[in-house]
């Protein structure tokens, strides 16, 4: 059997890294490249269609992969497809669902999202305005959601909708909702900070129409498939930025050695070397933590604690990292042309997606307060 982490980072080192900056300035997705991850079974990892790993090697293998693949964009979109689409249908699909969309997601040939945010409803889901109405034999969405990733590019959009609203957070429900379905609409995505080359843009529901077959688990179940679905996004999610960080860290002791101002290579200056110190330890604090919520068993408020923490911890470490990283590198940091100045922007839409840092920090909290 061949090595899934070797197999991750064959495939990314593989990926065109020429086009990068063009791609990130027109905001253009890397379809070759989403093949080419399709191939090495990366869009079905973990799932019996897909490159077999268990939960530590995916968090290996996702930060390898990020190592070599440059483009945080793509990790991204492969994020979003996993954790938001393939994990929920897999883990709560009926054996239909999983017939009809499992081969096809995680052999690459279809995109998924998930679709949860919506103007009215990001950091708190619990009144949500897309509303799901039972009729006839199925039910009828309407609504909008916002930000959501790989929208343009979906073939298959995981939405979270009320369906009895009167029962607030237990009325929400789950519906797997195909690309062509009428009164479904991806209209031209977002434009954004960072992640240019995923593409993040909104879901709108136009009276469309699904069949029974549609809901996702049970009636009422939505929130608690989104929960589910969002704390095993945590615990991966960021892996790929620890590669980043790894990469990035590796640039900045090169540029360290090989620059050189008022007769010494610039890392002989405390105040550079210091950075590089501060850099490795926020990476390695970040590497052990994602390590940790990766194989973290036990109680389900601690496993959420540890996902929150990683996801948290790897995301701010990897904005301060970018920080330094610019300052270490000058006036070249600032320059389009190294690609630190993108890996920043990137870096800070991490603090957002999967539920903001503020709101990582809570749930740590909670589990503190409430043991
Ligand atoms: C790159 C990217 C990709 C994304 N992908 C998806 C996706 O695939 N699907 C999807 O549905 N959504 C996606 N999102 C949306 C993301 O999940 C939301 O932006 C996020 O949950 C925050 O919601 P909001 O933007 O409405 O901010 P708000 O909830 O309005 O928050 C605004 C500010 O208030 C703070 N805040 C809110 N409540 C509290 C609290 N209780 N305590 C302390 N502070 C609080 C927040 O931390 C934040 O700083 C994505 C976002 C980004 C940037």
Redesign the pocket.
Same mark, same amino acid.
């Given at each position: 059997m061949k090595d899934p982490i070797a197999t991750a980072r064959a495939a990314a080192a593989g990926l065109d890294r020429g086009s990068l900056i063009d791609r990130d300035r027109a905001g253009t997705f890397d379809r070759s490249g989403w093949i080419a991850v399709a191939e090495a079974g990366l869009t079905g990892l973990g799932t019996e269609y897909g490159l077999a790993a268990d939960p530590p090697t995916i968090a290996r293998l996702l930060a390898a992969f990020g190592e070599e693949c440059h483009d945080n964009g793509l990790s #991204?979109a492969l994020n979003?497809h996993l954790w !938001?689409c393939v994990g929920p249908l897999m883990r709560f699909g009926t054996e239909r669902q999983k017939a009809m969309y499992g081969a096809r997601l995680c052999g690459g040939s279809a995109i998924g /999202? #998930? $679709?949860?945010?919506?103007?009215d $409803? !990001?950091?708190?889901l619990s009144t949500l305005s897309t509303r799901a109405e039972r009729r006839d034999d199925g039910y009828v969405l309407n609504g909008r959601? @916002?930000?959501? %990733?790989? /929208?343009p590019l979906a073939d298959v959009v995981i939405v #979270?909708a009320a369906l009895d609203p009167e029962r607030g957070p237990l009325g929400a429900a789950m519906f797997v909702v195909e690309r062509g379905t009428p009164g479904l609409d991806t209209p031209e995505a977002t434009e %954004?900070m960072? &992640?240019r080359t995923?593409r993040?843009g909104e879901v709108v529901l136009n009276d469309c129409r699904v069949s029974a077959g549609a809901l996702l688990g049970a009636e009422g179940a939505g929130l608690a498939i989104f929960a589910h679905a969002m704390e095993q996004e945590r615990r991966f999610i960021m892996a790929f930025a620890v590669g980043a960080m790894q990469r990035q860290l590796d640039a900045c002791v090169r540029r360290a050695r090989a620059r050189r101002q008022f007769g010494r290579a610039i890392g002989d200056f405390q105040q550079i070397s210091g950075k590089l110190v501060d850099m490795q330890l926020r990476l390695e604090t970040a590497r052990g933590l994602l390590h940790r919520a990766a194989e973290a068993g036990g109680r389900r408020s601690q496993r959420a604690a540890l996902a929150a923490m990683a996801k948290y911890a790897i995301s701010e470490a990897w904005v301060r990292n970018c920080e330094d990283a610019i300052q270490i590198h000058g006036g070249a940091g600032y320059a389009v042309q190294a690609g630190i100045e993108r890996e920043l922007r990137d870096a800070i !839409? +991490?603090r #957002? &997606? +999967?539920? %903001? +840092?503020? @709101?990582q920090?809570?749930t740590m909290a909670r589990t503190l307060m409430l043991g």
């Open positions: #991204l979003a !938001g /999202a #998930l $679709a949860a945010t919506e103007p $409803a !990001g950091s708190d959601k @916002l930000y959501v %990733t790989n /929208a #979270l %954004t960072g &992640f995923a993040v !839409g +991490s #957002l &997606f +999967s539920g %903001t +840092s503020e @709101l920090r809570e």
